[in-house]
């Protein structure tokens, strides 16, 4: 089966995505994404549903819905005004359950702290 990809967001964040065959969802409040959110995933055509940061952090209660599941994949992206850093941190906390260590970031943090203890 071939899945689509989504995005829900603002109109700023969301837009450009049409441009690649996303299937785009604006929305301009936590409830209109909460309910597109769920719409998509029941309708069990999505692979992947890009969330952006802005409503990410506001919904974790009901991505957490769907942690677990092989699909959707639900990813956060940074917002138009920039990262907060919540998606990243999800996508940590992911790696860390997957394999049980932080693979990804493991050296950039070592390089971080020696970059602070030298200052």
Same mark, same amino acid.
């Given at each position: 089966? &071939? ?5 829900? $967001? !603002? ?5 450009? *995505?049409?441009?690649?065959? *996303?299937?785009? =969802? ?5 409830? /209109? @994404? +909460?309910?597109?959110? =769920? ?7 999505? $692979?992947?549903? *890009?969330? +952006?940061?802005?409503?990410? /952090?506001?919904? /974790?209660?009901? +991505? @957490? %819905? ?14 138009? $005004? ?6 990243? &941190? &999800? ?9 049980? @260590?932080?693979?990804? *970031?493991? !050296? !950039?943090?070592? @390089?971080? +702290?020696? &970059?602070? /203890?030298? %200052?």
């Amino acid at each position: 089966m &071939n899945y689509k990809i989504g995005i829900i $967001g !603002n109109r700023d964040a969301v837009l450009g *995505f049409m441009a690649l065959g *996303f299937s785009v =969802h604006e929305v301009s409040s936590v409830s /209109e @994404a +909460t309910k597109e959110l =769920h719409s998509m995933a029941r309708s069990q055509e999505y $692979g992947v549903i *890009f969330l +952006t940061e802005d409503y990410a /952090e506001k919904m /974790e209660e009901e +991505t @957490a %819905k769907y942690r677990d599941l092989p699909l959707p994949a639900i990813i956060s992206i940074p917002a138009p $005004g920039g990262s907060s850093g919540y998606g990243m &941190n &999800n996508l940590r906390q992911a790696v860390e359950r997957a394999v049980g @260590a932080d693979i990804l *970031f493991k !050296n !950039n943090e070592s @390089a971080q +702290t020696e &970059n602070e /203890e030298r %200052k």
